[in-house]
């Protein structure tokens, strides 16, 4: 599962409503993240 921060257009691993891969919490400004099947793109520890 992937999860996108709009804001950013960087594509995390993870889901919305949780934890990135690189530990950022979705449930924070939940409204800039959204789910997506579009290959991950960020490149931190845990989601690359
Ligand atoms: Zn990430």
Redesign the pocket.
Known sequence: MAVEHKPTA?V??GTKGGK???G?DTREHSSHWVSTSKSIT?G?N??S
């Open positions: 960087v995390h691993r990135t891969g690189c950022t960020c931190k845990g989601c």
